[in-house]
């Protein structure tokens, strides 16, 4: 597959891919989302045939009129009559019989385009939207893994930019192209009809005019590309600098900015006036040789009129026919291109569709009696690394076990492979080796949804949703009352607060919760684990980033939250965790120590050592 020149610099520009009958049967496997609508689908076609039929009508009339208008334009001239049964070439029409019949066609052809252009519409939105949901449902199912290799915004992007492209390819290239197959047959026979010997001499021209054009089109297309890569990393630049503004200000660069950007702009500019020569050599070439070739055709025809072979109203229609005819020769290459990008775009989109998601249910479940955790959890000599960095081990041998109630702490210096343990918890990745129990069955015995279903996470960045924080606190537990809600909020210490906002519950908390400080939204995210009462709770560095103020707050809420349940906690701060009933400390992959609080300040091992920094650190703040 020829990946696209844009992939890299975040434009969204679907890859190329090869037009080959495997990709294209490949392709054609994705018009299952179509069938639904197949009889319409048949309908648009015929439409498509008709429209094309009746455009092509046109110039015969006009033709026609001509004739009926110029005297001297009876003679018969020499011809077949053509499968009508009658010779259309010499039939008479009056002037206004020819306008008579050219609002027939044209008021068919109306008809005609608009029923084309509204049914296929019609089955690509639809179409396309079951294609979106079945694409999101899929991406939703991935594991972790997947997402920790690509880049998530890289990749909505390009799958909304392939889905787009997908359905345009349905809702217009299509037709188009179709479209461009019948006026080229039709346009040929019609020119074949009005004249052997000109269409001839017309087809000695055109297609070596028009293979000019595609190629040097394509060229002019491929630096155009270039030009358009050099504005998105520029628009880039602008992106950045605005999402980053406190910084720039900060740091008063300013003027560092502007000459960043003002320097990727000359750089566009200097490719597009490099285009320019080109795009203004091929337009005048287009100029001269499409006006120069009718001319000649002209010519030629005009002669043929001087010795009697030809009437002047046919001449006009074969030229008008030959325009037709070139310009749609030339919109294939177009065509073509799309074609390639559709089928690129095809290539993603099958990917995903056909991959592996996690045994996730994609519905609203409840938990099952029978997998009801109690919230006794055991890691048995757990090894792991992640799928994308296989040769570093992460986790070497962890074996640890938790209580239904107990409060587990795990603390070691970063990197150790804390969080990693909370995220095999998840079952987010299955360990290497090793297995993990709750309340003494393995967790491969329990459906993955039904495990998660009781676990709540509270991380250290807290990213809210945009919507308000009834919504955001309701996560926990969809459909939620309110007063479940308000409940919620009281045991976080987030109710106060809440209602100190003029709009209460209903305030909207902005994109990623920007509206609220770092402690409110740690206590929306707490009011949303309470909701959702999990047998096990994960508090990631959940106070870390807190001032001490709302840290008190902050911590008396999660007190609360822990109650009754088995938590693990990974605590930055050592002073938060010293009632923990086991202070699990992890170096290196493995578990350096283990006991209470006071057991170990009574080894001179890890956990004392990194006390000791602490209190120092402390003291001086
Ligand atoms: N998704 C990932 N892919 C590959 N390596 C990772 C990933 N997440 C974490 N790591 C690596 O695993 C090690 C342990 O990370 P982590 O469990 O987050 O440490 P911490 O104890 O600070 O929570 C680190 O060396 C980190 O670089
Ligand atoms: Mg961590």
Redesign the pocket.
């Known amino acids: 597959m020829a990946k696209s020149r844009r992939d890299n610099n975040g434009n969204d520009a679907s890859p190329k891919a090869k037009i080959s009958r495997e990709n294209i049967s490949q392709a054609l496997s994705l018009f299952k989302y179509l069938k639904p609508y197949r009889i319409k689908f048949v309908w648009a076609l015929l439409f498509i045939a008709l429209s094309a039929f009746t455009t092509s009508l046109f110039p015969l009339f006009l033709g026609k009129m001509i004739d009926a208008a110029v005297p001297g334009t009876t003679i018969p001239v020499a011809g077949n009559t053509g499968g009508l049964g009658l010779d259309l070439k010499n039939i008479h029409w009056s002037v206004n019989t020819t306008l008579l019949f050219i609002f027939l066609q044209l008021g068919a052809q109306t008809i005609f385009s608009f029923m084309r252009v509204y049914l296929l519409t019609e089955i690509g939105e639809k179409g396309l939207a079951r294609m979106r949901q079945d694409v999101y449902s899929k991406l939703l199912s991935m594991p ?2 997947f997402y ?1 290799e690509k880049r998530v915004g890289e990749l909505s992007n390009r799958i909304s930019s392939d889905l787009s492209q997908i359905q345009d390819a349905i809702s217009f290239t299509f037709a188009e192209f179709l479209r461009a197959v019948f006026t080229l047959i039709i346009g040929l026979f019609f020119i074949f009809w009005v004249s052997t010997k000109l269409a001839l001499i017309m087809l000695a021209v055109v297609p070596v005019v028009a293979v000019l054009a595609v190629v040097f089109g394509s060229r002019i297309r491929k630096m155009s590309g270039k030009a358009q890569d050099q504005l998105a990393e520029s628009g880039t630049i602008v992106q950045e600098t605005f999402q980053g503004i406190a910084i720039v200000k900060a740091f008063t660069n300013e003027y560092y900015e502007i000459a960043r950007y003002a320097k990727s702009i000359y750089a566009v500019v200097q490719t597009a006036i490099t285009n320019a020569r080109y795009r203004g050599a091929f337009i005048a070439f287009m100029i001269f040789s499409v006006f120069g070739g009718i001319a000649f055709v002209m010519w030629n025809g005009i002669n043929m009129v001087q010795a009697g072979e030809l009437k002047i109203g046919l001449l006009v229609m074969f030229v008008i026919f030959s325009v037709l005819v070139g310009t749609t020769f030339a919109g294939f290459a177009d065509m073509f291109s799309q074609l390639q990008k559709t089928l690129g775009a095809t290539q993603s989109i099958r990917e995903i569709l056909r991959s592996d998601g996690e045994p996730v249910a994609l519905n609203d479940i409840m938990v099952e009696p029978a997998f009801t955790l109690h919230g006794n959890v055991t890691f048995d000599h757990i090894a792991f690394s ?1 799928p ?2 296989k040769d ?1 081990q ?1 986790l070497k041998d962890i074996s640890l076990t938790a209580n239904n109630g107990e409060q587990i702490a795990l603390v ?10 909370t ?1 095999l918890l998840l079952r987010f990745y299955k360990p290497d080796s090793g297995t993990i129990f709750f309340d003494g069955k393995p967790a491969a015995a329990f459906p993955l949804s039904q495990l998660r279903k009781q676990m709540a996470l509270v991380p250290q960045d807290i990213i809210l949703f945009g919507g308000t924080i009834k919504e955001n606190i309701a996560y926990g537990k969809p459909g939620a009352t309110d007063a479940e809600i308000i409940a919620a909020a009281e045991k976080a210490n987030a109710h106060l607060f809440i209602s100190s906002f003029p709009e209460k519950y209903d305030t909207v908390v902005g994109e990623h919760g920007m509206k609220l400080s770092g402690g409110q939204r740690q206590r929306v995210a707490i009011a949303r684990a309470i909701l959702k009462n999990p047998s096990i709770l994960i508090l ?1 560095e959940a106070t870390s980033s807190l001032d001490s103020e709302s840290e008190q707050l902050v911590q008396e809420a999660l007190e609360n939250l822990m109650k009754g349940r088995t938590s693990f906690v ?1 605590a930055h701060r050592l002073s938060t965790i010293r009632n923990a009933d086991k202070i699990m400390v ?1 170096d290196k992959g493995v578990i350096a120590e283990s006991g209470t609080h006071n057991e170990l300040m009574n080894r001179n091992g890890l956990y004392r050592r990194l006390n000791e920094m602490q209190f120092d650190i402390s003291e001086l703040t």
Do not use: F, L
């Open positions: 972790m893994s920790a992640y994308s960095r570093v992460v070691g210096p970063s990197g150790a492979g804390k969080s990693t343990i995220s990631d990974i992890i």
